[in-house]
């Protein structure tokens, strides 16, 4: 893996959830090339386990738990199996998260009604309530496991937002107001922990290819959908993201020398998307 810099992370031991997918795999694998020791968490253990024994491969540290992150025992009982193999997590990588189709709408704006569409008014309620738990939930419910061994200490969390945050994207009202919260949990828990050596931030990546996204963003002859054009009409980089590309940005978040003074803030990683105004 190619890193944008160096930094020894030996001393960190790393909690990473949703580890993974593509995104938060790639976090677990820079962190270990960096020393760090990685606790791959997931609720899929055949995913958490390719992660780690890529890892292991490489020489890196690291372990796949099996964890429900909307399920406190859950989370208690990967706790443990961290502690025993690790020590205290020293770093809390939020990652898990994602949408979910009740609480996607099929139209962009409103339409009289047209036979066998999804609407805004066909939202179901448990659906809508399923998302914001799996990306806010969640993270509350992580960061109070692992959060204990770093207060009164230090530590680090980084929780991952996205760009529905800031400009909600037409179809998926859920989510992006799910985002929104973690934005808004992360400035919260940085002023809770701030006199409490604990940091705490957030990525916020613009578009990236995903095994979440990728039915939406193209279709099955693996050629580009509408809504993959007007994301790249919007993006002044003309490009969607490489994971690679937010590793230099959260190793910034980290590094307790870099950003000794940085807490509360969300970094967009977005090739423009929230600075362009569509003219």
Avoid at 58 to 80: F, M, P, T, V, W
Avoid at 130 to 158: C, E, P, S, Y
Wanted: aromatic fraction near 8%.
């Amino acid at each position: 893996m190619k890193l944008p810099f160096q930094m020894d992370l030996s001393a960190e031991v790393a909690v990473v959830t949703g580890g993974g997918g593509v995104l938060c795999s790639m976090f677990s694998k820079a962190l270990a090339a960096l020393g760090a020791k990685v606790a791959v968490l997931d609720i899929k253990l055949e995913a958490a386990e390719a992660v780690a024994s890529a890892i292991r491969a490489e020489g890196g540290q690291a372990l796949a738990i099996e964890a429900n992150c909307l399920d406190k025992q859950s989370l208690e009982k990967a706790h443990e199996q961290v502690l025993s193999a690790f020590g205290p997590c020293t770093l809390l990588l939020n990652g898990a998260g994602g949408n979910n189709p009740r609480g996607t709408t099929d139209d962009e704006q409103y339409s009289p009604d047209i036979e066998g569409l999804r609407t805004f008014f066909d939202l179901d309620p448990d659906g809508v309530r399923f998302v914001f738990d799996l990306n806010v939930v969640a993270a509350l419910l992580t960061t109070q496991v692992f959060a204990r061994d770093m207060a009164g200490k230090r530590g680090n969390i980084i929780n991952i937002s996205s760009m529905n945050a800031y400009r909600p994207l037409t179809k998926i009202p859920a989510y992006s107001g799910a985002k929104a919260a973690v934005s808004n949990l992360t400035q919260w828990l940085a002023v809770y922990f701030a006199k409490a050596g604990v940091r705490v931030n957030a990525l916020a990546p613009g578009f990236f290819v995903s095994n979440q996204n990728r039915a939406l963003l193209f279709d099955e002859k693996g050629e580009p959908t509408a809504r993959t054009h007007k994301i790249l009409r919007s993006t002044p980089m003309g490009r969607f993201g490489e994971a690679e590309e937010l590793v230099g940005t959260l190793l910034y978040l980290i590094n307790d020398e870099a950003a000794s003074f940085v807490t509360g803030v969300v970094i967009p990683v977005d090739g423009g998307f929230s600075a362009y105004s569509g003219v």
